[in-house]
């Protein structure tokens, strides 16, 4: 195989994971700088920081991405499809960020690595119990989240629920830089390794390694390239996450940035790539929710509901596309 298909996947991938820095993050920060407990450049420097160092400690989530779909061994176009899916969930991206959709990045590069393996391999290829425990993981973890937001808060309103309120969020604002550096090194625990997973599945389909193991030169890359991508910051999808939802108050994101943060750290020690996006948008849904459940704006909620619901089948069938095109045009 020439190298520079190989190459182009790596750059593609970490083009990905640059946009995934910006696009989800932002999730990761929402709260923090919509509260004033950070100012957005302070808040985005430290979890780009922060990002990092989740990104280079972790390596399960990687191994069940480079499996989980499909054995990257079994498809004699291994790498064209990686390419196809990259190019499929890269637009996605693109497309939500413009609008301020909190889009799930998870969702676009699964959906978009299925349908790459569907068009150039057929739906045989596909490993169904992997695939399914993937999509379990990804459609739980909302809901665990949105839970644990709920109770988080809930609890956190009878312990506080005699104290002045404006103490009480005195208080919550400085614990919130603690809770958002947490927030943000869980999910470069989870979301880093998904760059390094379809960059070791493009290696062993090539024949350049034999295993799932990630080399320190792809660990380190995947890292830094999400860590860039966070420093540019995006500053349409914290406005949607701090604001558009429902009115955050130092005490609010607290909560909600340790009901994600938990959720998201779990299921990276589990190996289970889930949403970031899912899971912290849940959390502060929930957390809204126990504050005073007519206080969310859940025509807002809806939307964002769509987006995860449609994410998934669109970028199957953008991957599908992609890969046909690049058949007709270049293979």
Known sequence: MDSYILWTVVILALGFDFINGFHDTANAIATSVSTRALKPRVAILMAAVMNFLGAIMFTGVAKTIGSGVANPADLPNGVEVVIAALISAIIWNLVTWWFGIPSSSSHALIGSLAGAVIAGSGIGTINA?????????????????????????????????????????????????????????????????????????????????????????????????????????????????????FKIEPINGFAADVGSAVVILTATVLHLPVSTTHVITSSILGVGSAKRFSSVKWSMAGRILVAWVITIPITVLMAMAVYWAMDWLFI
């Open 129 to 245: 119990s992997g695939f399914t425990d993937i999509v379990k993981a990804l459609i739980l973890s909302p809901l665990i989240a949105f839970s644990a937001g709920f109770i988080i808060m809930w609890l956190l309103k009878r312990i506080f629920a005699k104290s002045s309120p404006h103490q009480v969020n005195k208080g919550f604002r400085f614990s919130q830089i603690v809770t958002a550096a947490f927030q943000s090194f869980s999910h470069g625990t989870n979301d880093a390794q998904k760059a390094m997973g379809i960059i070791t599945f493009a290696l062993v389909a090539a024949g350049v390694q034999d295993n799932l193991d990630v080399p320190l030169w792809v660990k380190l890359s995947a890292a830094l390239a999400m860590a860039l991508g966070t420093s540019v910051g995006g500053y349409k999808i914290i406005k949607t996450m701090g604001t558009k939802i």
